[in-house]
């Protein structure tokens, strides 16, 4: 059963990158998006937008992996933003009230002005 | 689909974390094919997911390896059972939804997102989350 997440990730500037999930986040996949987004961290990014605009499906196990990077970031007084949930996926984070916590912005565009 | 001939289809998948997305997607076209709303088939296709999760990270290794899926079709609703012989949740800790508890997130979102949610635990047969979602009026 093929993998349905592709991941890129781009650097915007000397300290900000922008990590993409195109596809679904789930159980099968969700440690692949922590590798990237720690291996971003760990590469000097001090502000990190994930990119939701091409992810199509976001389950807890998605969102377990999004909280502890968040606290990750905010122990080493870093930033993160999500940015472009689609309707679907932002109503996940709506559920579980956790669009509260994290900063979320309509688009890549809004997102990287908040974390500059 | 107008009519269904078979009111009860049943899966049985391995319990990796890779068969997760087979349940969901099983879930998603037949409420689909069962005429429930896109908004209803996407909630209908969480739950299954997650309940799925659930089984496959809470269960120990000694459990079977297997999850079962049965889903029970009515004319007005669907109900979703997942099984697994793992034991169970921690009901008293469930609906708290706590940054610091994610592992609690999936059983709440089902909550938020299916009409009616019972999960049996039972030390001697396991663990099953029974879902059930009703029709919306067309």
Redo the contacts between chains.
Sequence with gaps: ?GN?LQISSRREGNDSAVLSLQG?V???NSDLVKNAAVSLLADNVQRLVIDLSSTE?L???G??IL??LLKRVNESARSLVIAGARP?VKR?FE????NG?FTMRDDVASALQEVA | MSTVATSQIELKLPRK??????ARCTAWTLAAQLDFVVSQA?DI??AV??AC?NA??HVPASASQDIIVRFHIAPEKLVVEVVDDGPGFDLDRVGQ?D?DE??G??L??IR??MDEVDVVCDPKTGTCVRMTKFRNPQ
Excluded: H, N, W
């Design positions: 059963m349905a679904e789930d159980v099968s499906y389950d807890s196990a969102l377990g909280v502890g679907q996940v559920i579980t009230r956790l916590v | 974390p890779e068969f997760v997305k087979l996407d296709r969480l997911g997650e999760t496959v990270e939804c940054c994610i592992g997130l999936g709440v979102i938020s997102i």
